[in-house]
């Protein structure tokens, strides 16, 4: 059994920063690409930022320079700072831990940013 937990999400304003935190526990192991996505009202969901187990990373253009994706592999945890918040960004952000054979996803963080 493998749990995904996201944290950190809130209400912020325009210009605000926000960090995110997700864990992976259970019978996981080897775990390859850790990602953020978002999904807001109406709309599908999309990538925010992935980093592999080497630590490369990639961004959708929309966060480039305001969102930083970290991890700590001795805790299979990974993290999203978000700086300079904008209205745009506001959505659920869920947390997605991929091994070689498996997917889990978490139960999705609410980030809301007021105007």
């Known amino acids: 059994q493998v749990q995904v937990v996201e944290s950190g999400g809130g209400l912020v304003q325009a210009g605000g920063s926000l960090r995110l935190s997700c864990a992976a526990s259970g019978t996981i192991r080897s775990i390859n690409t850790m990602a953020w996505y978002r999904q807001a009202s109406g709309n599908k969901r999309e990538l925010v930022a992935a980093?592999?187990?080497?630590?490369?990373?990639n961004y959708d253009d929309s966060v480039k320079g305001r969102c930083t994706i970290s991890r700590d592999n001795t805790k299979n945890t990974v993290y999203l700072q978000m700086n300079n918040l904008k209205p745009e960004d506001t959505a659920v952000y869920y947390c997605?831990?991929?091994?070689?054979?498996?997917?889990?996803w978490g139960q999705g963080t609410q980030v809301t940013v007021s105007s």
């Open positions: 997605n831990v991929r091994t070689l054979t498996t997917t889990h």
């Open positions: 980093i592999s187990s080497g630590g490369s990373t």
